[in-house]
């Protein structure tokens, strides 16, 4: 298992961590300093992938701008890269405001239902280069954003099947198993796994 330092400032800050497991693969995490980015970084570093981490402190406004302009401006400077290596996966986390009606949540879930939308989009322009794009759309999980939220979160889990608030890691899980591409290992590859937006929500959306 490896051992990570995380030392991230802002949205201009990145760090690259190696791993004695490296692979032939490099992820970029963005949003690292906790919660599910953090969880992430960490599941991907533990798995033998080459990270590289950014950060960014903001208040909630500026916050809900960037979620959709700091994926779109990594894509921009990041795609011709990802597209002449001929293989690779893009995993950006929206949210199960895209798809239910949340008081108090439409400007953020429209912004993420956009990303979603980019994310599609980018699964039919890369394509046919060899590279992969998919939404993860997370229920409530337990996080330090959502800690503000400690009444409301559990009420939200309590409406799916599973009941239960999530943790991070669990998240990290599924986003791991997006960026796994090795064809010829059916029990544990998402090679065919093209544009749709995988739900780790404890069954949310299909109740």
Known sequence: MSSILFSVDDMTTTRCISTPLALDSTALVNGVTSGIGRATAVRLADRGHRVVVAGR???RATEIVEDIRAPYLLMRELAPGIAERGRGAVVNLISTATSVGM???GLYGATKAA???LTRAWAAEL????VRANPVSPGPTSTEGTAQFADFIP???SQAPAGRVAAPEEIATAINFLVSNDA?????SSSFVHGVVLPVDGGRLAV
Not at 127 to 130: A, E, L, S, V
Not at 184 to 188: A, I
């Open 57 to 59: 402190s903001s208040d």
């Open 184 to 188: 010829s290992s059916s029990s544990s």
């Open 155 to 157: 009420y939200l889990a």
């Open 115 to 117: 990303l979603a939308q």
């Open 127 to 130: 394509r046919p280069r060899g």
């Open 103 to 105: 008081p108090g949540l």
